[in-house]
């Protein structure tokens, strides 16, 4: 049925474009979010009543429980592989990492699931409850007799093939869990603030530092209360505290639900990237005019229906730009062929893809470099003498993970309320410095992390040998000699990791960030097997000829250090490329985002 426009012509009017008039007006009265969030009902999301601080509270909140549950079941697990399953040092340290790399690999089922499908809100409840259950289990596992290891007087454990099963069965159905939440939450906290508000877009950037925070805090109680529970009191108490923290963890993300914005999925974000690859080589004979405005645009409501944001034209792989010239063959029974021609906005979205790339693959080396905290930096931590001062107490080795946690909880802060303003004086940058500057900062700052580590290794084998203290499980020096590698890295990750997690949500297209964010912990599980890879590489090289090897079973024999070198050097070629990288780089421009 037809309605009489002010101009006189007649025009259809359905009840999508009645809708889309009706959202239209309630964004210009500045009443609702103009990025085209939802609350829980699906209704259009009030600015007053939902999002910013007030729904980020809870999801803070979840994320700060969350992150303790997973390091205090993850940050000594190293030894609990060692010394009650009864592994070799270097098979430890590999199922350590291979299982660390699962967990930061499965995001991109957790990813793929929320932007194609349900959404991030769903996603992160739905993963909860499987990241729930595997904590359960693992506990199970290590407190009722029969499912743990059998522990005898000389504190020598074994375990059967069928307690080991359980264990690492538990472990994987954990590492599924984090598949729905990391890739999900932080975007979704980042979610609750609206582009196109400039108060809002401010707060943002410190989300994500505040957001790092919380899981240093939930980490913080990790490395000290529940290390400490683990070592002097049991596995399975040790576990459970964990288990109970991820149950909090779940209810306070619930509890928030009608605070929440939340992005409609846009259906799946590989079949359009597939589809501009397909149609660019379809036409790869067809020249792309000189003007932009000329390649093939959606309108507003079609690219809605998309689930793509309108992004502006660039420069960069202008080969794509050939899946947006028109032709006639373009069309299918009166419409248009996905598979032959795609918008200028959905090639853009494969462009900023393709330019994160280069910059995702040189957080690989860091990554590595960093999963030596909670692996070889503890094995090492274990030879040394963890008394405090001349008192009795001693400070189990994985707890020295408390000055990561505490140098991060003091650096946060810093970065926030004196860097930031210090640097945007001197850069004229908004948010003080670009991402990519600080990304490159904590990658320079790690290199000293492993330059501490092989320094007291060198200082730690010059003891052992010149007081032949070869068969002495742990050597008269302090554990705290680890504090400024361990502090080091802490400095590190505040610039490196939250630049990241910023990097690639800001510079993700619109429809895709979860899957950017997954994008970007895969650095962490590539890290984490290129970590398990060296240890093997080197393992099989270095006991060649009858050797010892650098990693041994006992550390007195072997040659730690080599290694620690050998990240040292390769985190200063990765700096290299890195510079010579974001240096190219392109910066996304989403139209009508406020810059």
């Keep these: ?31 609702y979010t103009e990025d085209g969030t939802v609350d829980y009902l699906n209704n259009p999301a009030n600015k007053e009543k939902t999002g910013t601080w007030k729904a980020c509270g809870f999801i803070l909140g979840n994320e700060c429980c969350e992150r303790l549950a997973f390091y205090g079941m993850s940050s000594n697990l190293v030894r609990y592989f060692k010394y009650h399953l009864n592994e070799h040092s270097a098979t430890a340290s590999r199922n350590l990492s291979t299982w660390t790399g699962t967990c930061y690999l499965t995001p991109l089922i957790g990813a793929f699931v929320a932007d194609t499908y349900i959404g ?48 690492f069965t538990s472990l994987y159905l954990v590492s599924l869990g984090t598949g729905g939440i990391k890739p ?25 530092n505040w957001f790092y925070f919380v899981i240093n805090i939930g980490a913080l109680v990790a490395h000290s209360v529940l290390v400490w529970i683990q070592d002097n009191v049991g596995w399975g108490w040790g576990f459970l505290v964990p288990t109970v923290a991820m149950a909090i963890a779940v209810v306070s993300f619930f509890s928030g639900t009608k605070l929440y914005r939340n992005q409609i999925p846009g259906g799946s974000p590989l079949t359009r990237l597939c589809q501009v690859v397909v149609a660019s080589f379809r036409k790869k004979r067809i020249e792309v005019p000189s003007d932009s405005s000329l390649l093939y645009e959606a309108s507003d409501a079609g690219l809605s229906n998309s689930g793509i944001h309108k992004i502006d034209h660039t420069l960069d792989f202008l080969f794509l730009d050939k899946a947006a010239v028109v032709l006639s063959s373009d069309h299918r029974n009166g419409s248009i062929d996905p598979w032959k021609l795609c918008s200028g906005s959905q090639v853009e979205e494969l462009k900023a893809v393709l330019r994160l790339l280069p910059i995702w693959a040189t957080g690989i080396i860091f990554c590595t470099v960093y999963a030596q905290m909670s692996n070889l930096f503890v094995l090492q931590g274990s030879t040394l003498d963890p008394r405090v001062g001349t008192s009795s107490f001693e400070i189990p080795p994985a707890s020295l993970g408390i000055f990561d946690t505490i140098s991060v909880i003091f650096w946060v802060p810093v970065y926030d309320c004196v860097i930031v303003h210090v640097a945007r004086r001197l850069t004229g940058q908004q948010n003080g410095l670009t991402q990519l500057q600080r990304i490159g900062t904590g990658l320079f700052i790690s290199i000293f992390s492993m330059v501490c580590a092989g320094i007291l290794e060198v200082v730690r084998l010059e003891i052992v040998s010149r007081n032949n203290y070869y068969e002495l499980d742990r050597i008269p020096m302090s554990i705290f000699w680890q504090v400024p590698q361990y502090f080091l890295m802490g400095c590190a990750e505040v610039f490196t990791f939250i630049g990241q997690l910023e990097f690639f949500y800001e510079q993700a297209p619109d429809s895709m960030r979860s899957l950017c964010a997954a994008l970007q912990l895969t650095i962490t599980a590539l890290g984490n097997y290129l970590s398990a890879f060296l240890v093997t590489i080197v393992t ?52 009508g985002a406020v810059r």
């Design 540 to 591: 099989v090289i270095s006991t060649q000829g009858g050797s010892p090897g650098w990693i041994t079973d006992n550390l007195n024999y072997g040659h730690l250090d080599y290694f620690f070198w050998l990240l040292a050097g390769l985190s200063v070629v990765n700096l290299g490329v890195f510079i010579t990288l974001a240096k190219r780089h392109t910066y996304k421009i989403p139209a």
């Design 120 to 167: 991030r809100y769903w996603t992160i409840a739905s993963f909860s409850i499987i990241y729930a259950i595997g904590m359960a289990m693992l506990t199970l596992s290590a407190s009722v007799p029969g499912l743990k290891p059998t522990c005898y007087e000389n504190d020598v454990c074994s375990a059967t093939e069928a307690q080991i099963a359980l264990c």
């Design 184 to 208: 999900c939450v932080s975007s979704y906290g980042a979610d609750q603030f609206d582009d196109h508000d400039e108060v809002e877009e401010k707060q943002k950037s410190s989300f994500f």
């Design 1 to 31: 049925m037809g309605r009489k426009s002010q101009t006189g012509d007649y025009r259809e009017v359905d009840t999508e474009s009645s809708t889309c008039n009706l959202l239209e007006s309630k964004e210009e009265d500045g009443i």
